[in-house]
């Protein structure tokens, strides 16, 4: 009968591994043979060739395992079309992140997290429309602490907020009924101006680079409000009637009437792949109405 081979060990994972990388015990003689007049350098210690080796580990309870979460977007705005990406659990050494203060004061934890979970080559976090990266974050938070949301939300009979818990698998993606040109953009016909204008949808790094703007020029000029809304349909828009100047583009939008503008955003909203957060909620009294679902800043940390 044919010997079955035996699994390693993780402990016989490292020694191979210690004994590979030049990481010899004392015992091995060849640690300080020489050949020549020099000394064979041991190669050097490579992380992501470690990580593979113990890959290979099959305790499932040591391993990280992951998920394959569909985008809204479709791919259909990126230039490498990847429409479905692999996402990592979290784990508890994530939640050491969550509450690092200084990452939640500066705004990037988010970011940091997602470059951790996302395990598919080639995605950008910072290239992600808004919309994935929605839906990213909500399946981090429903696969970590389940769907139940507690939220307060108002009854529009009598404006007096109330509290509730919401089933965050309910939540669903916008059906996209228009699709993008070749080249990823949108057009518009404006009703005062009566214009044609061509837009884009905005990644949500560019929108971080935009709100950040706005507060630099608010704080620098120490306006009373930020322009963050404005510059940023400026970033949406590639051409007015063909005409792609930007000193054209700033200030026709520096003096488009509001309605113009309304148009424009709202056209931008229609098209922008994202998680539908209209829900509909119901009241003490078993009153049923639809309101628009707000995350705070407990959504990683929910109290039940």
């Known amino acids: 009968m044919e010997n079955i081979p035996q699994k390693e060990s993780i402990t016989e994972q490292l020694k191979k591994y210690k004994e590979n990388t030049g990481n010899l015990n004392e015992n091995n003689s060849n640690v300080n043979k020489v050949v020549g007049n020099s000394i064979p350098k041991a190669p050097v210690y490579n992380p992501q060739d470690f990580e593979k080796n113990m890959s290979k580990e099959t305790d499932p309870d040591l391993m990280t395992s992951y998920e394959s979460i569909k985008l809204p977007s479709k791919g259909l705005y990126y230039s490498h079309g990847i429409s479905e990406i692999s996402v990592e659990y979290m784990t508890s050494k994530d939640e050491d992140l969550l509450t690092t203060p200084s990452l939640i004061e500066n705004g990037t934890v988010l970011d940091i997290l997602l470059k951790r979970k996302i395990k598919t080559p080639g995605i950008i976090v910072e290239e992600l429309l808004a919309g994935d990266r929605n839906a990213i974050i909500l399946f981090l938070r429903i696969s970590s602490y389940g769907s139940n949301y507690s939220v307060q939300v108002i009854d529009p009979r009598t404006n007096i907020p109330f509290k509730t818990t919401v089933d965050l698998h309910k939540l669903k993606y916008k059906e996209?009924?228009?699709?993008?040109?070749?080249?990823?953009?949108?057009?518009?016909?404006?009703?005062?101006?009566?214009?044609?204008?061509t837009f884009r949808l905005l990644s949500s790094g560019e929108d971080t680079h935009i709100f950040k703007k706005a507060e630099a020029i608010k704080e620098a000029y120490s306006?009373?409000?930020?322009e963050y809304n404005t510059l940023k349909l400026k970033s949406h828009i590639v051409a007015i009637n063909e005409k792609t100047d930007r000193s054209y583009i700033d200030k026709f939008v520096d003096?488009?009437?509001?309605?113009?503008?309304?148009?424009?955003?709202?056209?931008?909203?229609?098209?922008?792949?994202?998680?539908?957060?209209?829900?509909?909620?119901?009241a003490k009294d078993g009153y049923k109405f639809t309101a628009t679902l707000s995350v705070g800043i407990d959504f990683f940390f929910p109290n039940t």
């Open 255 to 282: 003096a488009m009437p509001a309605l113009d503008a309304f148009t424009i955003r709202k056209k931008i909203m229609e098209v922008s792949p994202d998680v539908h957060m209209d829900y509909e909620f119901t």
């Open 223 to 226: 306006y009373e409000y930020s």
């Open 176 to 197: 996209l009924t228009e699709k993008p040109d070749e080249n990823g953009h949108y057009i518009v016909e404006l009703p005062m101006r009566k214009k044609i204008v």
